[in-house]
T-cell receptor
Framework: GNSVTQMEGPVTLSEEAFLTINCTYT??????LFWYVQYPGEGLQLLLK?????DKGSNKGFEATYRKETTSFHLEKGSVQVSDSAVYFC????????????FGTGTRLQVFP | SQTIHQWPATLVQPVGSPLSLECTVE??????LYWYRQAAGRGLQLLFY??????ISSEVPQNLSASRPQDRQFILSSKKLLLSDSGFYLC????????????FGEGSWLTVV
């Protein structure tokens, strides 16, 4: 079945450092890929998404590219801020809009000034 | 625009006591509704989802139950809480025809003591 694997946390960085959070997936067909962010004490919010191979999702300085050849959707940001401290979830859905989302276990990011 | 509300935000309950968490969605009709649990260090687990009034699917066997008495109301319940029920519970909704586009509520912290 479909699954998502993301790197263990926490990831600890200084402000303005480069961020990469790895996410790989297993799926049949052509899944859609998502990154959600959960700020402390809040629910999850959609950060970005990509629906087909080689698409790049981007939002708030974060980017992720849908790589079918490596089955990956790594999240990157060139310069993190303290306000980016949160838990980041990679997620996958099947080829159809009616397919359910499958979430990874989440990666906590801590950014220090 | 659509909004989702869940309450209470924080709950401390003794072992063996009942539970009721409520969630309502505004600004849309016939949404898909979800209950997720986020236990410490264990990521996001889908507990229940509903595609219509009275239609509930359970993803994992457990001590909890869900009900959907109205189109935009979703309730998570337990008759007798266990210590292992502690966690962060998230209600979410998605449009009828797009189950991979999910919007989350702000969550409810449950501590069973």
């Amino acid at each position: 079945g479909n699954s998502v694997t993301q790197m263990e946390g926490p990831v600890t960085l200084s402000e303005e450092a480069f961020l990469t959070i790895n996410c790989t997936y297993t799926a049949t067909g052509y899944p859609s890929l998502f990154w959600y962010v959960q700020y402390p004490g809040e629910g999850l919010q959609l950060l970005l998404k990509a629906t087909k191979a080689d698409d790049k999702g981007s939002n708030k300085g974060f980017e992720a590219t849908y790589r079918k050849e490596t089955t990956s959707f790594h999240l990157e940001k060139g310069s993190v801020q303290v306000s980016d401290s949160a838990v980041y979830f990679c997620a996958l859905s099947g080829s159809y809009n009616t397919d359910k989302l499958i979430f990874g276990t989440g990666t906590r990011l801590q950014v220090f000034p | 625009s659509q909004t989702i509300h869940q309450w209470p935000a924080t709950l401390v309950q003794p072992v063996g006591s009942p539970l009721s968490l409520e969630c309502t969605v505004e600004g849309t009709s016939n949404p898909n509704l979800y209950w997720y649990r986020q236990a410490a260090g264990r990521g996001l687990q889908l507990l229940f989802y509903s595609v219509g009034i009275g239609q509930i699917s359970s993803e994992v066997p457990q001590n909890l139950s869900a009900s959907r008495p109205q189109d935009r109301q979703f309730i998570l319940s337990s008759k007798k809480l266990l210590l292992s029920d502690s966690g962060f519970y998230l209600c979410a909704w998605s449009p009828t025809d797009r189950r991979n586009t999910i919007y989350f509520g702000e969550g409810s912290w449950l501590t069973v003591v």
